[in-house]
């Protein structure tokens, strides 16, 4: 059972919408995006895949809607970066510099709350989107499901002495194959996500006993590389640690993920629109079409990522084979929430300090 300082009630405040829904209809946004002619999109240089996949993006978006638009990727920010710089340009009265945000629970509640999201009723007007998939409602839709684990090398480690659950990590017969030769993120995020499930407490036991074995702390994005070369044995936590497998098992790299915790640590990164788009009808359009199929093929043929929740898709067959249960978004949504857990957050962060 899920232990979560958040009570119903303060999930229930943080989802609320905060203004009525778009009436818009599909045949309107349509006549809206032709006078609009492009979009801009500010975000990391490969994301979706990159240029390519991009250009292969505008044209099914393109072919889709039956328009001639173009839609412009722009190497940017951080996600949180990127939320920081809409608010700061929302504040100034300025048009957002990105007509779309991309992102997890933690910064999509953070402009949910500010009230800097467009509202639209995407499963009403796109048949291909449904509620489950507007991880807030009115605010956002799910673009791909990141499975959070362990990566650990499988020519250095075999499948029976290799870590199992995060509790693994710090068991005293198991950890003496990958004592000193661990790596961990610098970041407290999936702690403050596990401790949905395990109560802040034994968190920061669990973080007790995982520092002094490890061997170095490294980011997201540059860590598979690492373990797969054997530089690292193990990496405690990934945030896309079945994905991460994916990509780098099709390059012949000696690389397992496994989901190491029931329900599994899962980041559910969204679109949404700010309020202040420049080109609004666009990016409500893009954001329901990256919950297409079509869409979600070409982003899994560059980056194997989807969603779980697009039938058919590389990650909806990998959770149903592997019966996983995944964790609730609403209780992450209400853990990154201003509030009681900026204290606890604030003590890993100063843990997990060089």
């Not at 492009?38 to 490969?46: D, N």
């Not at 661990?182 to 702690?191: D, K």
């Not at 309020?275 to 359009?285: C, Q």
């Amino acid at each position: 059972m899920l232990k979560s300082c958040w009570s119903a009630a303060a999930v229930a405040a943080l989802l609320v919408s905060h203004a009525p829904v778009d009436a818009q209809t599909l045949s309107e946004l349509i006549a809206g995006a032709k006078i609009e002619s492009e979009m801009s999109f500010v975000a990391g240089p490969t994301t979706f895949g990159g240029r390519q996949a991009f250009a292969e993006l505008q044209a099914a978006f393109n072919k889709k809607f039956s328009l001639n638009a173009r839609l412009n990727l722009t190497a940017g920010p951080s996600m949180p970066a990127m939320a920081a710089r809409i608010i700061t340009e929302a504040k100034a009265g300025r048009k957002s510099s990105t007509d779309i945000h991309l992102g997890p629970p933690a910064t999509h509640a953070e402009l949910h709350n500010g009230r800097l999201l467009e509202r639209v009723n995407y499963s009403r007007i796109f048949p291909w989107v449904t509620k489950e998939m507007e991880i807030l409602p009115g605010d956002t839709v799910l673009v791909y499901t990141s499975l959070q684990g362990i990566l650990y090398n499988s020519n250095l480690l075999p499948r029976d002495k290799a870590p199992k659950t995060y509790e693994d990590l710090v068991d005293p017969k198991l950890s003496r194959s990958w004592e000193g030769k661990m790596a961990i993120p610098p970041y407290s995020s999936w702690l403050v996500e596990l401790s949905l499930l395990w109560g802040e407490k034994k968190v920061l036991d669990y973080l007790h006993k995982l520092l002094p074995l490890s061997a170095g702390q490294v980011r997201y994005g540059e860590i598979e590389e690492r373990v797969s070369s054997g530089e690292f044995l193990v990496m405690a936590n990934s945030g896309s640690a079945v994905e991460g497998m994916w990509e780098w098992q099709a390059k012949g790299a000696p690389l397992v993920g496994v989901t190491a915790s029931d329900p599994v640590l899962t980041s559910y990164f969204q679109l949404g629109v700010p309020k202040n788009s420049a080109h609004p009808n666009l990016a409500k359009l893009f954001v329901a079409f990256m919950a297409s199929p079509e869409a979600q093929r070409i982003v899994d043929k560059y980056e194997k990522r989807s969603s779980h929740l697009v039938e058919g898709t590389r990650m909806a067959k990998y959770v149903k084979e592997n019966r996983l249960k995944l964790q609730s978004a609403s209780d992450l949504i209400a853990s990154f929430h201003e509030g009681k857990g900026l204290e606890f957050r604030a003590e890993l962060t100063n843990m997990l300090k060089p």
